[in-house]
């Protein structure tokens, strides 16, 4: 006998648990926000970074291309052009990818050595690549479902804000953009991605299945945190 499903509310409740494997209680991010980072550690996390933030338009493009809901996918573009920039109507917005390269910048990286990939580890490459993947080949439903990681980032970027100043003087404070944008955008994101996991993930199996999803999620980004931590260490 299929287990009766649970309550929207009931079901947030779960899909918000899952943060306990979230990225912020990695060792070396809570090393990056705890100002005990070399500069090396932070130009590694940097440029490896930029890896996700070029694949994050490419992820939710693939979104698109399996939606046939108009409405999700007037909605679902602003992530694009969030992370892409824009210029329309003599509005013009740099985008996601642009601040990060500045933050790069401001901690002593080239934009070319970033852009290039020379720095990019081979197993957050392939994490990144799984997402992007994943992405492409389930249904629409369970891409946004997989992104659904945005229910906790807001307190990640955050964390970044309220130390990285404190701690890491030397890098310029307009580096931090990215992070400042991304409070704001995250929040609104999670939005529009809680709604459809909430309205299409009904029955208890489809919700045990929303909750493996978001768990495949929040390990890609945990792996991508244990390959740099082999990389560049972890300062006690």
């Known amino acids: 006998m299929t287990a009766t499903a649970w309550t929207r509310t009931e079901f947030e409740g779960k899909l918000r648990e899952r943060g306990r494997s979230y990225h912020i209680h990695h060792p070396f ?49 602003q992530r694009i ?72 980032a807001p307190e990640i970027h955050q964390q970044r804000l309220a130390t990285w100043p404190e701690h890491y003087r030397w890098i310029e404070p307009e580096g931090l953009a990215y992070f400042r944008n991304r409070v704001s955008q995250a929040r609104r994101d999670v939005e529009q991605g809680l709604a459809v996991t909430l309205d299409h993930f009904d029955t208890r199996p489809l919700q045990e299945r929303a909750l493996e999803i978001l768990q495949f999620k929040l390990d890609i980004l945990w792996a991508m945190n244990d390959a740099m931590a082999l990389k560049y260490g972890v300062t006690p």
């Open 81 to 152: 052009l969030d992370h892409d920039g824009f210029e329309i109507g003599g509005v013009r917005d740099p985008g996601g990818i642009e601040a990060w390269l500045r933050l790069a910048e401001a901690v002593g990286l080239t934009r070319e050595e970033v852009e290039d990939q020379r720095h990019l580890i081979p197993a957050v490459r392939f994490a990144v690549d799984a997402y992007v993947n994943f992405a492409r080949r389930v249904p629409w439903q369970e891409a946004v479902c997989s992104s659904l990681t945005e229910l906790f």
């Open 29 to 77: 991010n809570v090393m990056l926000n705890t100002g005990r980072a070399t500069p090396a550690q932070i130009r590694g996390w940097v440029a490896n970074r930029f890896y996700y933030q070029i694949a994050i338009p490419v992820k939710d493009a693939a979104v698109l291309s399996n939606c046939p809901d108009r409405e999700v996918r007037r909605g679902w573009i």
